[in-house]
Protein backbone atom coordinates (compact mmCIF):
# COMPACT_ATOMS: atom_id res chain seq x y z
CA UNK A 1 0.00 0.00 0.00
CA UNK A 2 2.80 2.63 1.02
CA UNK A 3 4.86 1.37 -2.13
CA UNK A 4 1.88 2.14 -4.48
CA UNK A 5 1.42 5.58 -2.47
CA UNK A 6 4.44 6.45 -2.50
CA UNK A 7 4.66 5.65 -6.84
CA UNK A 8 1.43 7.57 -7.04
CA UNK A 9 3.06 11.15 -5.55
CA UNK A 10 6.53 10.29 -7.77
CA UNK A 11 4.74 10.16 -10.53
CA UNK A 12 2.70 13.35 -9.49
CA UNK A 13 5.68 15.58 -8.87
CA UNK A 14 7.21 14.30 -12.33
CA UNK A 15 3.88 15.13 -13.99
CA UNK A 16 4.08 18.63 -12.75
CA UNK A 17 8.19 19.41 -13.30
CA UNK A 18 6.97 18.70 -16.90
CA UNK A 19 4.33 21.49 -16.70
CA UNK A 20 6.19 23.93 -15.52
CA UNK A 21 8.88 23.11 -18.02
CA UNK A 22 6.57 23.12 -20.98
CA UNK A 23 5.02 26.26 -19.46
CA UNK A 24 8.74 27.82 -19.30
CA UNK A 25 9.52 27.27 -23.06
CA UNK A 26 6.26 28.72 -23.97
CA UNK A 27 6.53 31.67 -21.76
CA UNK A 28 10.36 32.14 -23.55
CA UNK A 29 8.83 31.81 -26.80
CA UNK A 30 5.94 34.29 -26.19
CA UNK A 31 8.91 36.89 -24.88
CA UNK A 32 11.07 36.38 -27.67
CA UNK A 33 7.56 36.59 -30.29
CA UNK A 34 6.89 40.07 -28.49
CA UNK A 35 10.65 41.00 -28.57
CA UNK A 36 10.71 40.27 -32.56
CA UNK A 37 7.26 41.66 -33.03
CA UNK A 38 7.97 45.18 -31.17
CA UNK A 39 11.57 45.46 -33.01
CA UNK A 40 9.56 45.02 -36.42
CA UNK A 41 7.35 47.51 -35.45
CA UNK A 42 10.21 49.86 -34.57
CA UNK A 43 12.27 49.00 -37.73
CA UNK A 44 9.05 50.00 -40.14
CA UNK A 45 8.09 52.85 -37.60
CA UNK A 46 11.85 54.28 -38.05
CA UNK A 47 11.32 53.21 -41.69
CA UNK A 48 8.24 55.98 -42.07
CA UNK A 49 9.97 58.75 -40.71
CA UNK A 50 13.04 58.34 -42.65
CA UNK A 51 10.74 58.05 -45.87
CA UNK A 52 8.76 61.26 -44.19
CA UNK A 53 11.46 63.44 -43.72
CA UNK A 54 13.37 62.34 -47.23
CA UNK A 55 10.28 63.70 -48.93
CA UNK A 56 10.14 66.97 -47.38
CA UNK A 57 13.70 66.92 -48.27
CA UNK A 58 13.27 66.55 -52.00
CA UNK A 59 9.78 68.40 -52.06
CA UNK A 60 11.14 71.33 -50.03
CA UNK A 61 7.97 70.99 -48.06
CA UNK A 62 9.60 71.16 -44.38
CA UNK A 63 8.47 69.22 -41.47
CA UNK A 64 5.26 71.91 -41.12
CA UNK A 65 2.09 70.85 -41.69
CA UNK A 66 -0.23 73.17 -43.64
CA UNK A 67 -4.26 73.10 -44.17
CA UNK A 68 -5.72 72.53 -48.21
CA UNK A 69 -6.65 76.42 -47.26
CA UNK A 70 -3.16 77.60 -46.87
CA UNK A 71 -2.08 75.20 -49.48
CA UNK A 72 -4.42 77.09 -52.10
CA UNK A 73 -3.38 80.07 -51.36
CA UNK A 74 0.32 79.72 -51.59
CA UNK A 75 -0.35 78.04 -54.90
CA UNK A 76 -2.73 80.92 -56.32
CA UNK A 77 0.30 83.57 -54.81
CA UNK A 78 2.74 81.44 -57.06
CA UNK A 79 0.66 81.84 -60.34
CA UNK A 80 -0.23 85.47 -59.93
CA UNK A 81 3.99 85.90 -59.27
CA UNK A 82 4.12 84.03 -62.58
CA UNK A 83 1.61 86.41 -64.07
CA UNK A 84 3.43 89.38 -62.94
CA UNK A 85 6.99 88.23 -64.53
CA UNK A 86 4.47 87.87 -67.32
CA UNK A 87 3.08 91.02 -67.21
CA UNK A 88 6.70 93.23 -66.93
CA UNK A 89 7.90 91.18 -69.96
CA UNK A 90 5.21 92.57 -72.19
CA UNK A 91 5.30 95.81 -70.51
CA UNK A 92 9.25 95.67 -71.82
CA UNK A 93 8.50 94.91 -75.10
CA UNK A 94 5.87 97.34 -75.36
CA UNK A 95 8.65 99.96 -74.48
CA UNK A 96 10.58 98.58 -77.07
CA UNK A 97 8.13 98.60 -79.68
CA UNK A 98 6.43 101.98 -79.32
CA UNK A 99 5.02 102.83 -76.23
CA UNK A 100 8.20 104.68 -75.35
CA UNK A 101 9.09 105.81 -79.05
CA UNK A 102 12.80 105.62 -79.93
CA UNK A 103 14.56 104.05 -82.98
CA UNK A 104 15.64 100.36 -82.13
CA UNK A 105 17.93 98.74 -83.80
CA UNK A 106 17.58 94.81 -83.28
CA UNK A 107 20.77 93.00 -83.31
CA UNK A 108 21.21 89.68 -84.29
CA UNK A 109 24.80 88.20 -84.41
CA UNK A 110 27.05 90.88 -86.41
CA UNK A 111 24.02 92.13 -88.56
CA UNK A 112 22.29 94.90 -87.54
CA UNK A 113 18.46 95.85 -89.06
CA UNK A 114 17.23 99.20 -88.40
CA UNK A 115 13.83 99.69 -87.76
CA UNK A 116 11.59 100.61 -90.66
CA UNK A 117 10.87 104.13 -90.55
CA UNK A 118 6.99 103.92 -92.18
CA UNK A 119 4.46 101.65 -93.77
CA UNK A 120 2.50 103.55 -96.69
CA UNK A 121 -0.66 102.09 -97.94
CA UNK A 122 -2.09 103.22 -100.96
CA UNK A 123 -5.60 101.94 -100.52
CA UNK A 124 -7.25 101.11 -104.13
CA UNK A 125 -9.72 99.11 -105.16
CA UNK A 126 -11.20 96.50 -108.09
CA UNK A 127 -11.01 98.57 -111.43
CA UNK A 128 -8.45 101.25 -110.57
CA UNK A 129 -5.66 99.25 -112.47
CA UNK A 130 -5.04 102.87 -114.54
CA UNK A 131 -4.81 104.38 -111.20
CA UNK A 132 -2.02 102.06 -109.90
CA UNK A 133 0.17 102.24 -112.47
CA UNK A 134 0.03 105.95 -112.56
CA UNK A 135 1.21 106.07 -109.00
CA UNK A 136 3.92 103.45 -109.82
CA UNK A 137 4.93 105.38 -113.16
CA UNK A 138 4.97 108.66 -111.22
CA UNK A 139 6.24 108.54 -107.54
CA UNK A 140 6.09 104.80 -106.37
CA UNK A 141 9.21 102.92 -107.08
CA UNK A 142 8.84 99.38 -108.78
CA UNK A 143 11.21 96.45 -108.69
CA UNK A 144 14.76 96.56 -107.15
CA UNK A 145 13.92 100.12 -106.65
CA UNK A 146 11.56 99.18 -104.32
CA UNK A 147 13.83 96.84 -102.28
CA UNK A 148 16.50 100.07 -102.58
CA UNK A 149 13.77 102.03 -100.94
CA UNK A 150 12.50 99.28 -98.35
CA UNK A 151 16.69 98.98 -97.36
CA UNK A 152 17.82 102.01 -97.69
CA UNK A 153 15.32 104.62 -95.95
CA UNK A 154 13.44 102.10 -94.09
CA UNK A 155 9.85 102.54 -96.13
CA UNK A 156 7.52 100.10 -97.28
CA UNK A 157 4.78 100.79 -99.62
CA UNK A 158 1.84 98.74 -100.58
CA UNK A 159 -1.54 98.93 -102.61
CA UNK A 160 -3.90 97.72 -100.11
CA UNK A 161 -7.00 95.90 -101.21
CA UNK A 162 -9.54 93.24 -100.10
CA UNK A 163 -11.14 89.93 -101.84
CA UNK A 164 -14.04 89.92 -103.78
CA UNK A 165 -17.37 88.89 -102.37
CA UNK A 166 -17.04 86.07 -105.08
CA UNK A 167 -14.09 84.69 -103.83
CA UNK A 168 -11.64 83.38 -106.94
CA UNK A 169 -13.60 85.23 -109.76
CA UNK A 170 -11.99 87.55 -112.18
CA UNK A 171 -11.42 90.59 -110.10
CA UNK A 172 -9.23 88.43 -107.30
CA UNK A 173 -7.68 86.47 -110.32
CA UNK A 174 -6.84 90.07 -112.08
CA UNK A 175 -5.07 91.31 -108.38
CA UNK A 176 -3.25 88.06 -108.07
CA UNK A 177 -1.91 88.16 -111.33
CA UNK A 178 -0.67 91.93 -111.32
CA UNK A 179 0.71 91.53 -107.91
CA UNK A 180 2.80 88.07 -109.31
CA UNK A 181 4.18 90.83 -111.84
CA UNK A 182 4.78 94.05 -109.22
CA UNK A 183 4.77 92.12 -106.04
CA UNK A 184 3.85 95.25 -104.28
CA UNK A 185 0.29 94.42 -103.22
CA UNK A 186 -1.12 93.93 -99.28
CA UNK A 187 -3.97 91.89 -99.91
CA UNK A 188 -6.45 91.45 -97.20
CA UNK A 189 -8.11 88.00 -97.49
CA UNK A 190 -10.91 88.31 -94.69
CA UNK A 191 -12.06 91.51 -95.99
CA UNK A 192 -14.84 91.79 -98.77
CA UNK A 193 -13.68 94.69 -101.37
CA UNK A 194 -16.56 97.02 -101.43
CA UNK A 195 -16.96 100.80 -102.04
CA UNK A 196 -18.70 101.51 -98.78
CA UNK A 197 -16.75 98.89 -96.51
CA UNK A 198 -13.59 101.74 -97.26
CA UNK A 199 -13.54 102.60 -93.15
CA UNK A 200 -13.38 98.91 -92.13
CA UNK A 201 -10.65 98.25 -94.89
CA UNK A 202 -8.25 101.35 -93.70
CA UNK A 203 -8.91 99.51 -89.77
CA UNK A 204 -7.83 96.21 -91.23
CA UNK A 205 -4.92 98.14 -92.97
CA UNK A 206 -3.17 99.11 -89.90
CA UNK A 207 -3.89 95.64 -88.01
CA UNK A 208 -2.44 94.05 -90.96
CA UNK A 209 0.70 96.28 -91.69
CA UNK A 210 1.38 95.92 -87.64
CA UNK A 211 1.47 92.44 -88.09
CA UNK A 212 3.63 92.41 -91.41
CA UNK A 213 5.95 94.91 -90.10
CA UNK A 214 8.04 96.28 -87.41
CA UNK A 215 7.93 100.56 -88.50
CA UNK A 216 7.85 103.48 -86.47
CA UNK A 217 4.74 104.93 -88.49
CA UNK A 218 1.74 103.61 -90.42
CA UNK A 219 0.23 105.69 -93.15
CA UNK A 220 -2.77 105.61 -94.99
CA UNK A 221 -3.15 106.97 -98.50
CA UNK A 222 -5.32 107.59 -101.26
CA UNK A 223 -4.97 106.26 -104.92
CA UNK A 224 -5.54 109.20 -106.22
CA UNK A 225 -2.41 111.39 -104.60
CA UNK A 226 0.97 112.06 -106.18
CA UNK A 227 3.27 111.95 -103.00
CA UNK A 228 6.96 112.89 -102.50
CA UNK A 229 8.64 110.33 -100.87
CA UNK A 230 11.44 111.47 -99.80
CA UNK A 231 9.64 114.62 -98.18
CA UNK A 232 7.46 112.39 -96.12
CA UNK A 233 10.60 110.51 -94.68
CA UNK A 234 11.74 113.88 -93.62
CA UNK A 235 8.93 115.12 -92.36
CA UNK A 236 7.99 111.44 -90.25
CA UNK A 237 11.65 111.48 -89.19
CA UNK A 238 10.91 114.79 -87.35
CA UNK A 239 8.05 113.33 -85.40
CA UNK A 240 9.67 109.99 -84.24
CA UNK A 241 10.40 111.04 -80.74
CA UNK A 242 6.28 112.54 -80.15
CA UNK A 243 4.76 109.18 -78.26
CA UNK A 244 1.17 108.51 -79.66
CA UNK A 245 1.33 110.85 -82.70
CA UNK A 246 -1.63 111.16 -85.33
CA UNK A 247 -0.38 113.21 -87.85
CA UNK A 248 -2.18 114.84 -90.94
CA UNK A 249 -3.96 118.22 -92.43
CA UNK A 250 -6.30 118.74 -89.37
CA UNK A 251 -9.91 119.96 -90.00
CA UNK A 252 -13.62 119.40 -88.62
CA UNK A 253 -16.77 121.05 -90.22
CA UNK A 254 -20.27 120.54 -90.23
CA UNK A 255 -21.62 117.03 -90.42
CA UNK A 256 -23.86 116.15 -93.60
CA UNK A 257 -26.90 114.77 -92.84
CA UNK A 258 -29.22 114.92 -95.92
CA UNK A 259 -29.21 111.61 -97.96
CA UNK A 260 -28.65 113.30 -101.21
CA UNK A 261 -25.07 115.06 -99.65
CA UNK A 262 -21.63 113.47 -101.22
CA UNK A 263 -20.37 113.48 -98.05
CA UNK A 264 -23.81 111.84 -96.01
CA UNK A 265 -23.28 110.74 -92.54
CA UNK A 266 -26.00 107.73 -91.87
CA UNK A 267 -25.52 108.44 -87.76
CA UNK A 268 -25.13 112.43 -88.18
CA UNK A 269 -27.21 112.51 -85.15
CA UNK A 270 -24.60 110.90 -82.68
CA UNK A 271 -22.03 114.52 -83.36
CA UNK A 272 -24.53 116.79 -81.31
CA UNK A 273 -27.28 119.35 -82.10
CA UNK A 274 -24.69 121.72 -83.97
CA UNK A 275 -23.90 118.55 -86.14
CA UNK A 276 -20.23 119.06 -85.93
CA UNK A 277 -17.16 116.79 -86.72
CA UNK A 278 -14.44 116.39 -84.52
CA UNK A 279 -10.71 117.45 -85.13
CA UNK A 280 -9.44 114.76 -87.36
CA UNK A 281 -7.45 114.35 -90.32
CA UNK A 282 -8.34 114.63 -93.79
CA UNK A 283 -8.21 111.38 -95.78
CA UNK A 284 -6.15 111.84 -98.60
CA UNK A 285 -2.97 111.45 -96.04
CA UNK A 286 -2.93 110.60 -92.63
CA UNK A 287 0.07 108.24 -90.77
CA UNK A 288 -0.36 107.04 -87.37
CA UNK A 289 2.30 106.16 -84.76
CA UNK A 290 3.50 102.41 -84.15
CA UNK A 291 1.63 102.52 -80.18
CA UNK A 292 -1.62 104.13 -82.33
CA UNK A 293 -1.55 100.96 -84.81
CA UNK A 294 -1.49 98.68 -81.78
CA UNK A 295 -4.49 100.66 -79.91
CA UNK A 296 -6.20 99.89 -82.83
CA UNK A 297 -5.33 96.25 -83.68
CA UNK A 298 -6.13 95.75 -79.69
CA UNK A 299 -9.59 97.03 -79.89
CA UNK A 300 -10.08 96.04 -83.42
CA UNK A 301 -13.51 94.62 -82.12
CA UNK A 302 -15.33 97.53 -80.28
CA UNK A 303 -13.70 100.13 -82.81
CA UNK A 304 -16.61 101.26 -84.63
CA UNK A 305 -16.21 102.74 -88.49
CA UNK A 306 -18.53 105.70 -89.41
CA UNK A 307 -19.33 106.55 -93.34
CA UNK A 308 -15.91 107.82 -94.01
CA UNK A 309 -12.51 106.64 -92.65
CA UNK A 310 -10.47 109.99 -92.07
CA UNK A 311 -13.51 110.44 -89.57
CA UNK A 312 -14.06 107.43 -88.26
CA UNK A 313 -10.02 107.41 -87.45
CA UNK A 314 -10.27 110.49 -85.74
CA UNK A 315 -13.07 109.19 -83.63
CA UNK A 316 -11.20 106.00 -82.45
CA UNK A 317 -8.99 108.61 -80.56
CA UNK A 318 -11.46 110.75 -79.35
CA UNK A 319 -10.41 110.81 -75.36
CA UNK A 320 -7.21 109.41 -75.60
CA UNK A 321 -3.84 110.90 -75.02
CA UNK A 322 -2.55 111.82 -78.23
CA UNK A 323 -0.71 114.03 -79.95
CA UNK A 324 -2.43 115.75 -83.07
CA UNK A 325 0.21 116.86 -85.08
CA UNK A 326 -1.53 119.56 -87.52
CA UNK A 327 1.27 119.17 -90.53
CA UNK A 328 0.93 121.59 -93.14
CA UNK A 329 2.71 119.36 -95.48
CA UNK A 330 -0.31 116.75 -95.71
CA UNK A 331 -2.49 118.81 -96.81
CA UNK A 332 -3.23 117.98 -100.55
CA UNK A 333 -4.34 120.71 -102.23
CA UNK A 334 -1.66 122.35 -104.27
CA UNK A 335 2.18 121.74 -105.03
CA UNK A 336 2.38 125.39 -104.54
CA UNK A 337 1.89 125.75 -100.71
CA UNK A 338 4.55 123.48 -100.09
CA UNK A 339 2.77 120.07 -99.80
CA UNK A 340 4.49 116.65 -100.18
CA UNK A 341 1.09 115.29 -101.59
CA UNK A 342 -1.10 116.61 -104.90
CA UNK A 343 -4.73 115.67 -105.59
CA UNK A 344 -4.59 114.25 -109.34
Same mark, same amino acid.
Request: glycine share 6%; with cysteine.
Given at each position: ?????????????? +?????????????????????????????????????????????????????????????????????????????????????????????????????????????????????????????????????????????????????? +????????????????????????????????????????????????????????????????????????????????????????????????????????????????????????????????????????????????????????????????????????????????????
Amino acid at each position: MRSRGSNNRLSSSR +SAFQWRISYLVLSMFATMAAFFVAGRLWQEAESRVYLVTELDRRTGQGESAISVDDTLKVIDCREQQKKLSVLQMELEEAKKEGYVSKRLIETKGTNEKKKLLAVVGIITGFGRKHNRYAIRKAWMPTGTALTKLEDEKGIIIRFVIGRS +SNHGDNSDRDISNENIKENDFLILNDHAETAEEKPKKTKLFFINALEHWDAEFYVKVNDDIYLNIDALGAILSNHVDKPRAYIGCMKSGGVFSKPTDKWYEPEWWKFGDKKSYFRHASGEIFAVSRALAQFISINKSILRTYAHDDVSAGSWFVGLDVNHVDEGKFCCSSWSSGALCAAS
